[in-house]
């Protein structure tokens, strides 16, 4: 039986169009899914957008539509972005399908009836932007939200809460039972010092003052709570408490099933403690992992619509390709640390790890081998000297080494793994000097064990990459001439499979990029929101 594996993204507010910081996102969930399903996990991978709040509800006022109007409008930018992206969500959830509203009305009902609910009153300080209510402490003198630094309001209202004191205890059990519950461990201490060790207050999940929301069965005139409403996807998308509920059965009930939220930092508090909370009053497992990504930051810091320093995607991806996009968001920005955008600093990686290293690699080898052997790769027959030997070693520890980081979900280091690959095969050119080779008619040999063990390894690095360069790994298959039948995990990680196939010279894989033009292209896009906003 295979392996299952379930991954999400958050599910992304669409209060505006989305940028290069949400495509980061979505983009190294896709990877990863993309990386199990080749290596034969069940994965089901799962994006969408959380549509309700008060905030969506006066967005939609202001531009004179109906909340639902405005939604269906951004969310249809939001698919389309993840088309241009090469994205293979398997399911695209909306909290305002009614899939979701059956799912989350069940479960409030079931948190009344175990008493995990129950209706007192709220009085404290809102923050709008966040969602979030604050105490007194929180946000200070100042009256600022601890989180985004916009101004609080004063605010009351009856409400239901949820008894976090009931599984506080079972929570910080969780968190000591399983180390990398929240990955990377650096952002536990966090959520323990901050908010657990404080005394963690009841949670108000439901609101009167407005009324964008999932309505509550039991008491006219509340809604929903956005976060309980949203968090909630992860299980409604699969069936829960709804009549088709064997994907809930599949990957979440299943005990085998490794489930994986992604998140950006900003929303670790409501991944790490309240939803496990309400996992455990709905007596259903919690997550593997709450992966916490860092930020991307540009030079003036958080890439906001109101600053002007958004990247729009679509002409990023139309002038430098999806691959190289998707390339440079896994290998430049650490998976799990901030990383800052520099326009230079994506071109010049692009050039270096994609024009040079790569696409030199291949362009070099299918040259040589129609050069010397017709366009046919030499047979595989085991290696003949120290040179082959260490390259084929390479590519076998390189293999162990991916799939041991991907699955410890290090995804930048798993992918700077196979790019080591790439760097070693175009020194075992240099070392093996299969020019000098073929000048000797005694090394003919050795020219044809050189060209095998050269195409072999690019075999098993594009296959590597494949969950990166959705496009482009194809394109180097092609060039090697690999069969249909041949391209898939198991075949291009048993390193000799290679020998008899006739390469096709292609087009350059990724042609080397003008730095100073496509500079200026890059900082041309940033500049352009930019006016928009101000006019
Ligand atoms: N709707 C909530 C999430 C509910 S999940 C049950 C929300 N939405 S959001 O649209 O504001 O942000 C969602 C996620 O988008 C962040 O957690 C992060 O993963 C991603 N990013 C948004 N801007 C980003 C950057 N500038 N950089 C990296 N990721 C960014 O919070």
Redesign the pocket.
């Given at each position: 039986m295979s392996k299952k594996f379930y991954i999400t993204?958050?599910?992304?507010?669409p209060?505006a169009s989305p940028?290069?910081?949400?495509a980061?996102?979505t983009t190294m969930c896709d990877i990863i899914a993309r990386g199990k399903r080749m290596r034969g996990f069940e994965t089901y991978f799962l994006t969408g957008l959380?549509e309700h709040g008060e905030k969506i509800q006066e967005n939609a006022e202001a531009k004179g539509v109906t909340p639902q109007e405005f939604v269906d409008e951004v969310a249809v930018k939001f698919t389309s972005l993840w088309k241009t992206m090469g994205i293979s969500n398997d399911d695209f959830i909306r909290t305002t399908q009614p899939r979701h509203y059956e799912t989350v009305k069940k479960i409030f009902s079931s948190f009344i009836k175990n008493d995990d609910a129950y209706l007192g009153a709220y009085k404290g300080w809102y923050c709008v932007h966040e969602e979030s209510y604050w105490t007194e402490t929180q946000v200070g003198p100042e009256h600022v939200c601890p989180e985004c630094g916009r101004p609080v309001v004063e605010k009351e209202e009856p409400s239901y809460f949820f008894r976090c004191g009931k599984y506080v205890d079972e929570l910080l059990k969780l968190y000591d039972e399983n180390p990398t519950f929240i990955t990377p461990e650096g952002r536990k201490a966090e959520m323990v010092n901050n908010f657990i060790k404080p005394g963690l207050n009841d949670l108000c999940i439901t609101r009167t003052t407005f009324d964008w929301g999932i309505p509550v069965k039991e008491a006219e005139g509340h809604v929903i709570y956005?976060?309980l409403d949203?968090?909630t996807?992860?299980i409604s998308a699969l069936g829960y408490l709804q009549e088709d509920d064997s994907k809930f059965q599949k990957f979440w009930n299943d005990p085998e099933s490794e489930i994986v939220h992604?998140?950006?930092?900003?929303?670790t508090r409501?991944?790490t403690i309240y939803?496990p909370m309400f996992l455990k009053a709905l007596n259903l497992r919690e997550p593997n992992r709450v992966f916490v990504?860092?930020?991307?930051?540009m030079k003036d810091g958080?890439?906001?619509k109101s600053k002007g320093n958004v990247i729009p995607v679509p002409p990023l991806v139309d002038r430098f390709g999806v691959d190289a996009v998707r390339y440079y968001l896994a290998r430049e920005i650490i998976f799990g640390q901030d990383g800052q955008f520099t326009p230079e600093q994506f071109v010049e990686r692009l050039n270096a790890d994609l024009a040079n290293n790569l696409g030199n690699l291949l362009n070099r080898s299918v040259s040589m081998i129609n050069k010397y052997f017709d366009g046919v790769i030499p047979e595989y027959k085991g290696e003949l000297n120290d040179l082959d030997k260490n390259l084929k070693e390479t590519a076998e520890k390189t293999i162990k080494a991916y799939e041991v980081l991907s699955d410890d979900l290090k995804v930048t280091e798993s992918y700077g793994a196979v790019m080591d690959l790439v760097s070693a095969a175009n020194k075992y050119i240099e070392e093996s000097a299969p020019w000098a080779l073929a000048k000797d008619p005694s090394k003919a040999e050795e020219l044809a064990s050189c060209m095998s063990h050269l195409a072999n390894a690019i075999f098993v690095a594009g296959m590597l990459l494949s969950p990166i360069l959705v496009t482009k790994s194809e394109k180097i298959f092609d060039q090697l001439g690999v069969d249909a039948s041949m391209r898939n995990y198991e075949t291009a990680t048993k390193f000799g499979v290679l020998g008899g196939q006739k390469v096709v010279k292609g087009d350059q894989l990724f042609p080397r990029l003008d730095v100073e033009a496509e500079v200026q292209f890059i900082k041309d896009l940033m500049a352009a929101p930019k006016e928009k906003a101000a006019a």
């Open positions: 993204t958050p599910i992304y507010y209060s940028h290069l910081g949400h980061y996102c959380d956005v976060w949203a968090l996807n992860y992604v998140i950006g930092a900003d929303i409501f991944h939803w990504h860092g930020l991307m930051m958080k890439m906001s």
